[in-house]
């Protein structure tokens, strides 16, 4: 497999961004698949301000699409980004956040902003 070389600002600016333990969970959480901010309100315990700023440095460095249903915004990877290949190296050495999702839909609150 070929590796894409990152430009060097690119490459700091993902690495600053996933550098902050809530950015990293919220990318775990979305890697395979989108998450309302209703859900990672749930999952990491903060306030709604709180988790919007985080998602707004996400989507500042491109990292994550978001996609307007209604009110309501649902964020995912995005997997076009110049760097992905630096957030799928990350990935690969944290652990699976997907549990978290489960025990969110456990408890029937995955998806409560329909």
């Known amino acids: 497999?070929?590796?894409t070389l990152v430009e060097i600002d690119k490459a700091a600016a993902v690495l600053k961004v996933l550098g902050?333990?809530?950015r990293l969970?919220?990318?775990g959480l979305i890697k395979d698949g989108e998450c309302?901010?209703?859900e990672?309100?749930?999952v990491l315990q903060m306030s709604q301000p709180s988790v919007s700023q985080h998602l707004r440095k996400l989507r500042d460095?491109?990292?994550v699409k978001e996609?307007?249903?209604g009110q309501w915004i649902f964020y995912s990877l995005n997997q076009e980004h110049d760097a992905f290949s630096i957030v799928e190296s990350v990935l690969e050495l944290i652990p699976d956040q997907m549990d978290k999702l489960k025990e969110l839909e456990n408890k029937g609150l995955r998806i409560c902003c329909d």
């Open 67 to 69: 996609r307007r249903r």
């Open 40 to 42: 990672f309100v749930e």
């Open 25 to 27: 969970t919220i990318i």
């Open 36 to 38: 309302c901010v209703c």
């Open 1 to 3: 497999m070929e590796k």
């Open 61 to 63: 460095t491109g990292l």
């Open 20 to 22: 902050d333990k809530t």
